[in-house]
């Protein structure tokens, strides 16, 4: 059985950072992208950073700069470093292996 499970989300002020986790079982996780998403209210899910099994990377425009993707395959975890985080980061965040979703960890960032 998949488990995808991710923490380290909080509240933090524009500008601070942030490192999600996500700890990924029952898979084969050096063979799989995995894929950070996050879904603001009202909006609709989008992709914010992936990691590719060879470890090539790739991020949304919106993100660029600022987060940073990155895995330990030994730890069956992937990480999303976030830094200089803006008000409009605000989302629940989602990791995706595999068609296996986590249950989401919230990010506000707030003055």
């Known amino acids: 059985q998949v488990q995808v499970v991710e923490s380290g989300g909080g509240l933090v002020h524009p500008g601070g950072s942030l490192r999600l986790s996500c700890a990924a079982s029952g898979i084969l996780f050096s063979f799989y992208a995995m894929e950070w998403y996050r879904q603001a209210p009202g909006a609709q899910r989008e992709l914010v950073a992936s990691?590719?099994?060879?470890?090539?990377?790739n991020y949304a425009d919106s993100v660029k700069g600022r987060f940073t993707i990155s895995r330990d395959i030994a730890k069956r975890t992937v990480y999303l470093q976030m830094n200089s985080l803006k008000p409009e980061d605000t989302a629940v965040y989602y990791c995706?292996?595999?068609?296996?979703w986590g249950q989401g960890t919230q990010v506000t960032v707030s003055s």
């Open positions: 990691i590719a099994p060879g470890g090539g990377t």
């Open positions: 995706y292996v595999n068609k296996n």
